[in-house]
DNA sequence: TATTGTTATACTCTATAACTATA
DNA sequence: TATAGTTATAGAGTATAACAATA
């Protein structure tokens, strides 16, 4: 066992994942960045730009070309927020949590069919090692 | 537990890894999928457009321009493969070779600190929901 | 005819730095 | 002065379709 690398087989990964679910979602016409920052937002808890870029691994400056598409589409909001007016809060619109629940239900379906052989256990080891390289350092 | 998804997770470790990879790297000038070619290639064997294309999830027309790069700067030949002269086999030059290798070795670094402190079963059990979720289909 | 890879096009993502507005 | 976000610019990744060479 122990061939590969682990960050290897996760870039892998994330590019099967992430076009088999474009794929699926393509009646959307949304790009993958649109989805993922759409999914975090799924929870209907608003986030700043910054904690939006954190989420999704995107800088700020990159953003604010995503949260453009999805204004004008009419999938967010932004507004300045309340007791600090540099931030910008994000906000899901009634479209944007309609499109929002339907990635997270299809995120859902494609993990639930690619990981229905897996024991609980094995998918929780496995978020734990996600968490861990999430938060690597130098 | 099991509070959100665990493919937005994956997506968030690979943004962060491949980050933390670039910064380490910043001396080779490479981009992200300069390196991952590279770091697929490291273990010396010849691998074809589609191939490659294949391991780290780039279609063969996105594949061209990185690999130009890479020929460029000498680090990669291409050359007809025998038997199939309509395949192109990707072979790393000396260079290439000593840059693989450097690459490989900071994968493995950031991996090991990342993970130094997690059992190797927890491991184990993230590669094989990487490689359910690679193999994933619709 | 089918497959491998490249080219062409148009759009999106990315990094960096400069900028505005708030704090 | 510092921070949050936007804008500007240039380069890199992406999808798609059309193309040449080979099978």
Do not use: C, F, W, Y
């Amino acid at each position: 066992m122990k061939s590969g690398s682990v960050i290897l087989e996760l870039q892998r990964a994330t590019h099967a994942t992430l076009q088999l679910l474009t794929t699926e979602l393509v009646d959307l016409d949304l790009t993958a960045s649109e989805i993922n920052a759409l999914g975090n937002l799924a929870d209907g808890v608003g986030r700043t730009v910054s904690e939006l870029g954190a989420a999704i691994g995107t800088r700020p400056a990159t953003l604010t070309g995503i949260l453009d598409r999805l204004e004008r589409r009419g999938l967010i909001t932004r507004a300045p927020r309340p007791g600090d007016r540099r931030a910008v809060l994000i906000t899901l619109t009634t479209d944007g949590v309609r499109t929002a629940a339907l990635i997270r239900q299809t995120l859902d379906a494609v993990e639930q069919r690619a990981l229905a052989g897996l024991a609980a256990d094995v998918v929780q080891a496995a978020r734990t090692v996600l968490l861990a390289l999430t938060e690597a350092r130098r």
